[in-house]
């Protein structure tokens, strides 16, 4: 499987996609411990986590290994991620202060994301889920 620049979906990868939407749409968002990135177990329901390892300091994003498939479009991954380091930002499975109660109080992903501009990666995943959705449940009632 490669991206469109020949290379592969890899833990390699994703450090870039990471780096990337840092960079991009949270740039005043300082990295104030270790975050690492890395595909996890093939997962259908649960696309993504962040976890805080506080005897280490650590973050570390896992994102499911289905997103691997070349099939699956870029922006649902660079969704995937862009969520996680929402709560990130958010003082959620980081060292940083907690700015809400819940991690999706109030739909607070969503304004998040619009306000960095990146509701056009929110647009794509959620068109993408309907579609998904289907299938997957065709996928269950054909077992």
Known sequence: ?????GGVRDNAWLLSRLDYLWGTYFPDVAQINPVFISFGRFARLRFGSIKFNS?????????????KDQRIPQEVVDHTIG??????????????????KYPHSGGVIKKEMDERGMLHLYMAYKKWLKIYREDLKIYYLSR
């Open 1 to 5: 499987m490669s991206n469109s620049k």
């Open 55 to 67: 005897k280490e300091g650590k973050t570390h994003i896992t994102i499911t290994s289905m997103f």
């Open 83 to 100: 969520h996680e380091l929402c709560h990130y930002t958010h003082g959620f499975s980081s060292p940083r202060r907690r700015l809400h």
